[in-house]
């Protein structure tokens, strides 16, 4: 017992988990494979995007993060993943009908820590943390049509990664708990041309996320 004790406490000088939300502070602009079709009406190829923005009403995030190379007693190397759930609404950007939907998103950072909660001896008031890295998106997991549509959810679910920054900042609650308030900004190549069914020449918008999220440590 007393050896399973002590590697604990070891484990949890190198190892903080986290627990959060947001509330109407994240949005995405999804990625999406242009699908060739054919127009039946004017008897022409076309082509189809299923691309779509998603305004998430409400998130749920727990994440943990492992001290990688500690620098001084106040700043330390870390990495970490934040598996995320979003519910909100869903709108195609090129007229396909409006949803309600739930996706899946897992960003995962290299970061720099400074001051408060970068390592576990740290004793600062306050701190920061600067991650550069990537997320996995899975979207729409679950949707519900609002608008009349002749898609149903396989349609529009896909799965995409997209290059992330993010900036957090961290202190000391009331409680004497760390509490971070984040922000993450990920954005993905330019979107690509296709013709649709009217023959004109439409241009996908760039996939992008930007999310503010409010996180506190558990452990620490």
């Known amino acids: 017992m007393m050896c399973g004790f002590c590697a604990s ?3 949890s000088r190198f190892l903080f988990f986290s627990a959060g ?3 109407l502070t994240d949005m995405a602009v999804s990625e999406s494979a242009i699908v060739d079709t054919f127009d039946t009406k004017l008897n022409h190829e076309c082509q189809e995007s299923f691309q779509s923005v998603q305004w998430n009403f409400v998130s749920g995030m727990v994440g943990a993060r492992m001290m990688v190379l500690p620098l001084t007693m106040n700043s330390s190397i870390t990495v970490s993943a934040t598996p995320t759930v979003n519910i909100g609404a869903i709108y195609p950007v090129h007229d396909l009908g409006s949803r309600y939907g739930m996706n899946v998103t897992v960003p995962v ?3 720099l820590n400074i001051g408060a909660a970068a390592r576990y001896i740290s ?3 306050m701190g920061f943390v600067f991650g550069l890295g990537f997320e996995y998106f899975c979207s729409p997991l ?3 049509a609002l608008t009349d549509s002749d898609y149903d959810n396989d349609k529009f679910l896909k799965s995409w990664i997209l290059p992330t920054a993010k900036v957090g900042f961290r202190y000391w609650s009331k409680k ?3 509490k971070e308030i984040n922000l993450k900004v990920g954005i993905g190549e330019k979107g690509k041309e296709f013709y649709t069914f009217d023959s004109g020449i439409f241009k996908e918008y760039r996939p992008i996320h930007i999310g503010l999220s409010f996180m506190k440590i558990l452990n620490y």
Do not use: G
Request: glycine residues 0%; hydrophobic residues 50%.
């Open 21 to 23: 939300f947001s509330f």
């Open 176 to 178: 004497n708990k760390v």
């Open 142 to 144: 679950m949707s519900y």
């Open 123 to 125: 004793s600062a008031d």
């Open 109 to 111: 950072f290299a970061e």
């Open 9 to 11: 406490a070891q484990l």
